[in-house]
């Protein structure tokens, strides 16, 4: 009989694709079933994430849960970043864990389930040519990924600690995982990289690659089912012109482009260690919307980084508003563990960093709402992938928009024109035309 397995993915697209590989892996030997019970699940995965302070208390009352209702027998298994660093921690504070597995030690869950107190954590460990087993929660867009680790070192990411040093998959690799995605009905891509525009520096074993990131963009064009390319997420730094020729000139790769801010101000970007000024990224952030208007661009940013003065603040808002980006994703700084700024005693205060995060918000959705109304009535290209409640069907533009409109079954993995007949901040609502 199928087992069944509840698994819990949190975190970023990276832990997404791993929690794929995690299932396929497993299914090599027996099958498994998901479930969103955990109640009635024979193996509990949870995959962390630990880029922010999500309490570790939180995690540990969290298996407490699963411990008291699981099935007799069930076994728990913690993944992921959070078990990267914590490693042995979670054993002595939670022993009825059965293993824990990193995020760079995915390729060995067929291992840590058959044995007892399994732990694999070593960042070192490369699995960059591992061949994974196939399996795709979402068929029609398939997450590829192009590298692991992250070399940066920027001063509040845990990231390189989890992940370790980045290495490319080889290009080879990702040519056939595309050409078997695409086989099996996916029309769009995503790449994924912790940097994805630093691709081909170093293979495994310490070997370069013969493709550089706009190169691979251009080769994966070439298959002929492929429509659409995603990728995230690049660096700012990396941003070079061919690369933003490549982006603009190509016509199967998405119009969003995701330019991770994280600071306005040139002082805090020198401590952040993010290797370029508030003036580079808003040159580069200036060319890309001149050579592209219909490009959507957005960003991540981090308000109350240690000794982040008003002047630094209002340098992100400026920032903010001369690009007026599409979509922001933004945080309060939280100190993590191994990190360079964790060691900073210059904090900036809690009620401040509420403050800064709330007027950068605020100040982003009045973007919005001037933004918002031009779509009416525009026809855009929709990939559509996700069936809703109440009869709508979601989908995508090449922007990244999120567009729903009336339908179901019949339109999923189909590219239509809609035109947008009722835009709101997050959903452009349309009809097929
Ligand atoms: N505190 C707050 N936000 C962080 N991020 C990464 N590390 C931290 C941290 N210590 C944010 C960055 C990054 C996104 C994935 O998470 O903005 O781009
Ligand atoms: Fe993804 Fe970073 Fe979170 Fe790890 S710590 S899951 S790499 S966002």
């Known amino acids: 009989m199928a087992k069944k397995l509840f698994i819990e993915t949190l975190g970023c697209a990276m832990n997404v694709r791993d929690s794929e590989h995690m299932i396929a892996e497993l299914n090599r030997d027996e099958l498994y079933l998901l479930t ?12 962390t994430c630990s880029v922010r302070e999500k309490p570790v208390n939180k995690l540990f009352s969290e298996i407490g849960q699963f411990l008291k209702h699981k099935k007799h027998g069930a076994k728990i298994g913690v993944c992921g970043c959070t078990a990267s660093h914590l490693g042995e921690e979670i054993f002595k504070r939670a022993p009825e864990v059965n293993f824990v597995l990193g995020a760079r030690n995915v390729s060995k869950i067929r291992e840590a389930v058959a044995k007892d107190r399994f732990l694999a954590i070593n960042i070192n460990y490369d699995e960059s040519a591992y061949a994974f087993g196939e399996f795709r929660q979402n068929p029609y867009k398939a997450y590829i990924n192009i590298s692991i680790g992250c070399d940066k070192k920027c001063a509040f990411c845990i990231v390189p600690h989890t992940r370790g040093e980045e290495i490319s998959v080889p290009h080879e690799l990702i040519l056939s995982e595309v050409e078997r995605a695409a086989k099996n009905g996916a029309k769009e891509i995503f790449l994924l990289g912790q940097n994805v525009n630093n691709y081909g520096r170093r293979l495994s074993g310490g070997g370069k690659n013969k493709f550089n990131f706009s190169q691979l963009l251009t080769h994966i064009s070439k298959i002929d089912e492929i429509k659409r390319i995603r990728f995230t997420s690049p660096h700012p730094l990396h941003m070079d012109d061919e690369f933003l020729e490549v982006f603009s000139s190509n016509p199967k790769i998405c119009k969003s482009m995701h330019m991770p801010l994280q600071s306005g101000s040139t002082d805090i970007l020198k401590v952040m260690k993010r290797g370029y000024t508030k003036e580079w990224f808003l040159e580069r952030a200036e060319k890309l919307r001149a ?12 308000v109350a980084f240690p000794g982040e003065s008003e002047r630094d603040f209002m340098d992100t808002v400026d920032v903010m508003e001369k690009v007026r980006f599409e979509q922001i994703f933004s945080f309060k700084y939280s100190a993590r563990p191994l990190t360079t700024s964790a060691q900073m005693t210059n904090r900036v205060d809690d009620t401040i960093a509420s403050m800064r995060l709330k007027i950068l918000q605020d100040k982003h959705a009045a973007i919005l709402d001037e933004m918002t109304p031009s779509y009416m009535d525009k026809i855009f290209e929709v990939y559509f992938e996700e069936l809703r409640d109440n009869g709508l069907v979601a989908g995508r533009t090449s922007q990244n928009s999120t567009v729903c409109v009336k339908g179901g079954e019949e339109l999923l993995g189909k590219i239509r024109n809609v035109k947008i007949t009722q835009p709101q901040r997050l959903i452009l609502y349309g009809q097929v035309v």
């Open 291 to 302: 050579m592209l208007p219909q490009a959507s661009i957005s960003t991540d940013i981090i």
């Open 36 to 47: 969103k019970d955990a109640k009635e699940a024979d193996l509990i995965l949870i995959n």
